[in-house]
C-alpha cells in the first residue's frame, strides 16, 4: 500500500483515496480527483482548506463543504486573504464558495458587511441590497450592530428592506450600548421609530415589531445582569413581553 503525504495530516492512499488524520474523506469527489496531481494550496490543518489538481480547484471550508470551486482554474489561481476565503481565478472573485459579481478592487469598504460599487450596495460583497440611495446610505453601529443599515428611505436589515420600519425616525436605544454588561448584549438590541419599537437579533436573524402604545416611555435598563425594555404596560426580555 502506497501512502503519499501531501501536509496537514492528509495522505493519499494507493492513488485512489483520501484520509485526514486517518479518516477517509472526499469520497463522493474520487471520479472527478485526479490523485497524481492533487495536492494542498494553502490549509489551516482543521477546517479550512484550498486544493488543487491539474483539472480543478477545490474547497472545504467551515462555510461550505468540499467542492469544486466554479470556473476556477488551478494554473492562475491566487489566493488574496486566506482567513477571510477570498480568492481570485480567470477574471472572478471568490468569496469562499460564491463568485461574485465584482472583482475585490472595485469595491469600496462601507464597514465589515457592506460594500459599494457604483450605486450599488452590497451585503457580504455578493448579495445586492434593493432601491439604495447610495449619497444616504449608512451603517448603524457599525461596530456593536453591524447588520443594520438605513438610507434616507428604507432601514435594512442584512440585505432585506425591513418594510414596517420608518428610516427618518428609526434609531437605537443608546442604553443598548454602554459598558453595563448584560446577557447576549453583542448580539441582541432594542430600537424605536415614531410608530413602534423593536427587537433585533443579529444571530438568529430575528428584527422583531413590538406593536407596543407608549413609545414615548419605550426604553432599556439592564437588571442582575439581563437587558430588560420597559414601556407603560410591559416588560420585554429577549423580544419576549410579560404584562408588569
Known amino acids: 500500500m502506497s501512502r503519499k503525504a501531501i501536509g496537514h495530516h492528509f495522505f493519499i492512499i494507493d492513488h485512489k483515496f483520501i484520509l485526514h488524520f486517518d479518516s477517509e474523506v472526499y469520497r463522493k469527489f ?4 485526479d490523485f497524481d496531481s492533487f495536492e494542498i494550496i494553502e490549509s ?4 479550512f482548506h ?12 467551515y462555510m461550505n463543504t468540499f467542492m469544486v ?5 488551478p494554473t492562475n489561481f491566487k489566493i488574496v486573504d486566506f482567513e477571510n476565503g477570498k480568492a481570485t481565478s480567470n477574471g472572478n472573485a471568490y468569496l ?6 465584482h472583482d475585490f478592487n472595485e469595491y469600496i469598504e462601507l464597514s465589515y458587511n457592506y460594500q459599494s460599487v457604483g450605486n450599488e450596495v452590497y451585503f457580504g460583497y455578493n448579495k445586492r441590497i434593493p432601491d439604495v440611495d447610495i449619497q444616504t446610505f449608512e451603517v448603524l453601529h457599525p461596530e456593536e450592530v453591524k447588520i443594520v443599515a438605513k438610507d434616507k428611505n428604507h432601514i435594512y436589515f442584512r440585505d432585506k428592506i425591513v418594510p414596517e420600519a420608518d428610516a427618518e425616525s428609526f434609531q437605537f436605544l443608546e442604553a443598548c450600548f454602554t459598558d453595563q454588561y448584560y446577557q447576549e448584549q453583542d ?10 419599537a423593536y427587537y433585533v437579533n443579529t444571530i438568529s436573524k430575528d428584527f422583531k415589531v413590538i406593536k407596543t402604545k407608549n413609545i414615548d416611555k419605550f426604553h432599556f435598563k439592564v437588571i442582575d445582569n439581563l437587558g430588560y425594555a420597559y414601556d407603560d404596560t410591559y416588560q420585554y426580555l429577549f423580544g419576549k413581553r410579560t404584562k408588569i
Open 30 to 33: 474520487y471520479s472527478i480527483i
Open 44 to 47: 489551516n490543518g482543521s477546517t
Open 50 to 61: 484550498y486544493f488543487k489538481d491539474k483539472n480543478h480547484v477545490y474547497l472545504d471550508s
Open 69 to 73: 470551486l466554479l470556473d476556477a482554474d
Open 96 to 101: 469562499y464558495d460564491e463568485k461574485l459579481p
Open 187 to 196: 448580539h441582541t438590541f432594542y430600537a424605536i421609530d415614531k410608530n413602534q
